[in-house]
């Protein structure tokens, strides 16, 4: 994904064509550069927070829109938004425009990826702060702490309980601009809400591990519903609640579902829990299915226990059938996730993945880049340690953000780059009819028995016709 060139708009101003701006107040532009196809939190919920302390903000959405060098030369503070390894990688490149067109502004980085990345970061000269965890209190700190004329940088991995204002969206682009819901009537404005921030767990390949280390900050229930009130009033007919794990405070979580459906019986939902939330949970999923879920996305990752074991995701292999029974049996569905490629992770694995994809009747539920996703190791990852003592650690590199690491079996290796590269190919070409699914999973499938030598006529159990219900944006990290 490649940030549009900046474009210069002079904005009317004093006789020579200059813009004159008050100098007693600091001036705050937020960036996000993508956040998963919808309208970005990222920007709506510190911006809530900065101008209720009375700043003055402006935000830009990269991934839909430019900022045009006018914007960015009159801040006193550029933020950027990096939840996500995406995003961050992304935001390098931002930054590096920011420190070329006003040197002199404050450059930091804010949200889950900003705490990881700090240290690296601020070496390379991208940025002066750092906010990581509950980023809205340490930004207006910042905001402050600049407004006095002291110009310190300020890093601030804070997990200190805050009351959440309700996110401002104004000035953000429409909904129209951003990822749809595909549902049986057509496709539907999606809006997004988090009604937790963190994770109760500590699953070992998850940023989140490295960052909360098994906290969990919830969302007033208050704060959550204005939101959805707000972007239903705005055209939204589907509520993404993208938290890392809705279920991980499952009373507070029923509550809000409640409340919302009470309020706007027509609209749909979608969630994001682990396996084993749904294993404990039935009787609510269930009820959620009949307050308007949608479907469900759940980290599958993979068929193998011992890899399951090794990423501490507190399911088995065996589990994924009984979590596909139960959201089955409420009305929902279930769209799997999967951790391809690890480097514990064998050529069998893949095909018994592909098999359980098959055979379950789950090919149109798995996005192309799904089947090439690689184990990322950003700094602080849990799993570093181990495969440096394992021998297989490589150099960070700091394009990606990600160490490198190489698998036992060079046809792993080989095998990830491959369909990493048909998954690029297949989604940018790729529709959303049975037809596409069935394509892609047919080339993933030719190209891992060829890795393990099986050649021969290729056989795909055709499947039903069956509508599968998810946002028409394919990329998830």
């Given amino acids: 994904m490649e940030t549009p060139a900046a474009r210069f708009v002079l904005d009317a101003g004093d006789a020579l064509g200059r813009v004159v701006y008050a100098e007693d107040m600091t001036r705050v532009l937020l960036l996000s550069t993508y956040e998963q196809g919808h309208q970005p939190l990222g920007l709506a919920a510190p911006a809530a927070a900065l101008r209720a302390a009375g700043f003055e903000v402006e935000c830009r959405d990269l991934a839909v829109d430019s ?42 980085w804010y949200g889950l990826y900003a705490s990881p990345l700090g240290a690296l970061l601020q070496r390379r000269g991208l940025a002066d702060s750092i906010l990581g965890g509950e980023y809205e209190p340490g930004l207006v700190a910042l905001a402050g702490r600049l407004q006095t004329g002291d110009p310190t940088p300020l890093v601030s991995l804070a997990f200190e309980r805050q009351l959440y204002p309700v996110p401002d969206r104004s000035g953000l682009p429409p909904l129209e601009r951003y990822a749809r819901v595909l549902r049986e009537d057509g496709a539907q404005l999606a809006g997004y809400v988090e009604a937790t921030r963190g994770c109760a767990h500590r699953c070992t390949h998850c940023p989140l591990t490295a960052v909360y280390d098994g906290r969990l900050r919830q969302v007033q229930a208050a704060t959550v519903l204005a939101d959805i009130d707000q972007q239903v009033a705005a055209g939204a007919r589907h509520i993404t609640f993208g938290d890392p794990d809705f279920l991980n405070a499952s009373g507070p979580a029923l509550q809000i579902a409640r409340a919302f459906h009470e ?35 759940s980290a599958f990752e993979s068929c193998s226990d011992a890899v399951l074991e090794r990423l501490a995701k507190g399911h088995t292999g065996a589990d994924l059938d009984r979590a596909l029974a139960i959201a089955s049996s409420a009305g929902i569905t279930l769209r799997p996730t999967w951790m391809a490629f690890t480097p514990w992770t064998t050529l069998d694995d893949i095909l018994a993945m592909l098999a359980f994809i098959e055979t379950r009747e789950l090919i149109g539920h798995v996005q192309p880049v799904q089947y090439g996703l690689r184990l990322l190791l950003p700094p602080g990852s849990p799993p570093i340690e181990v495969i440096r003592a394992e021998g297989r650690l490589g150099p960070l590199d700091e394009e990606l953000l990600t160490y490198g690491w190489t698998h036992p079996d060079p046809r792993m290796d080989r095998l990830q780059a491959r369909l990493a590269a048909l998954a690029e190919t297949e989604a940018a070409h790729h529709g959303h009819g049975a037809e596409d699914f069935v394509r892609t999973f047919t080339l993933v499938k030719r190209a891992a028995l060829e890795a393990a030598g099986r050649t021969g006529p290729l056989e795909v159990v055709m499947q039903p016709y069956r509508f599968v219900p998810g946002l028409a944006e394919a990329w998830f990290c």
Wanted: aromatic share 2%; with cysteine.
């Fill in 263 to 297: 309020a706007h019986p027509d609209v749909t939902f979608d969630v994001t829990t682990k396996v084993e939330h749904i294993l404990e949970h039935p009787r609510l999923i269930e009820e959620l299915g009949q307050l308007g879920c949608l479907f469900i996305t």
């Fill in 67 to 108: 900022a045009d060098l006018e914007v960015i030369a009159r801040a006193d503070l550029v933020a950027i938004s990096a939840p996500m390894h995406t995003a961050a990688r992304l935001g390098l490149r931002v930054a590096e425009r920011v420190r070329a067109m006003a040197p002199r502004a404050h450059l930091a």
